[in-house]
T-cell receptor, first 112, second 111 residues
Framework: DTAVSQTPKYLVTQMGNDKSIKCEQN?????MYWYKQDSKKFLKIMFS???????INETVPNRFSPKSPDKAHLNLHINSLELGDSAVYFC???????????FGPGTRLTVT | QKEVEQNSGPLSVPEGAIASLNCTYS??????FFWYRQYSGKSPELIMS????GDKEDGRFTAQLNKASQYVSLLIRDSQPSDSATYLC???????????FGKGTSLLVTP
């Protein structure tokens, strides 16, 4: 069973488009996250979501918005895509903010 | 920005040797520390977590934490070519949910 899953695995789109990435976890965790890994492989937090509390990294453009229909899902919606948004986006989850985070397989986004 | 520093490497060790990976962090009140392994094109995979000073062993892996000196290390005994990957150090500060990652150390284990 896949613990943290993401769809799609690859996403190629043009500048200006709007796209979504879906994330689901079947671990029963309470907290979910979105991370961005850029071309230099640096992994940086974008959002944390726990019990409907959203914590946003202040450096994230407001074109990015997380949406959580329930505790097991945290989707990422991106408006007006830009070339600089090209990266690998990872979803992660943890039982509690103090404990280990488990990562999904990633979504490689390419904006042309 | 709370920083986590790692030597980018590559660190090259022969098969069977001990690989030593180091990490320093700037936030003195950090509480939780993790080591992840990331193969090229794959997602980070949790190897070890450590929360208190001292050593923690799990199979061939040993994590060491020294909060006074603000460093955490990972030792890999009997290194195998399959251990060749990038190792990411992650630190969770006292407040907040997210992990702060270092840029990773590339490890190459040569047969």
């Amino acid at each position: 069973d896949t613990a943290v899953s993401q769809t799609p695995k690859y996403l190629v789109t043009q500048m200006g488009n709007d796209k979504s990435i879906k994330c689901e976890q079947n671990l029963g965790h309470d907290t979910m996250y979105w991370y961005k890994q850029d071309s230099k492989k640096f992994l940086k937090i974008m959002f944390s979501y726990n019990n409907k509390e959203l914590i946003i990294n202040e450096t994230v453009p407001n074109r990015f918005s997380p949406k959580s229909p329930d505790k097991a899902h945290l989707n990422l919606h991106i408006n007006s895509l830009e070339l600089g948004d090209s990266a690998v986006y990872f979803c992660a989850s943890s039982f509690d903010r103090r404990y280990e985070q488990y990562f999904g397989p990633g979504t490689r986004l390419t904006v042309t | 920005q709370k920083e986590v520093e790692q030597n980018s490497g590559p660190l090259s060790v022969p098969e069977g040797a001990i690989a030593s990976l180091n990490c320093t962090y700037s936030d003195r009140v950090s509480q939780s520390f993790f080591w992840y392994r990331q193969y090229s094109g794959k997602s980070p995979e949790l190897i070890m977590s450590i929360y208190s000073n001292g050593d923690k062993e799990d199979g061939r892996f040993t994590a060491q934490l020294n909060k006074a000196s603000q460093y955490v290390s990972l030792l890999i005994r009997d290194s195998q070519p399959s251990d060749s990957a990038t190792y990411l150090c992650a630190v969770r500060p006292n407040s907040g949910y997210a992990l702060n990652f270092g840029k990773g150390t590339s490890l190459l284990v040569t047969p």
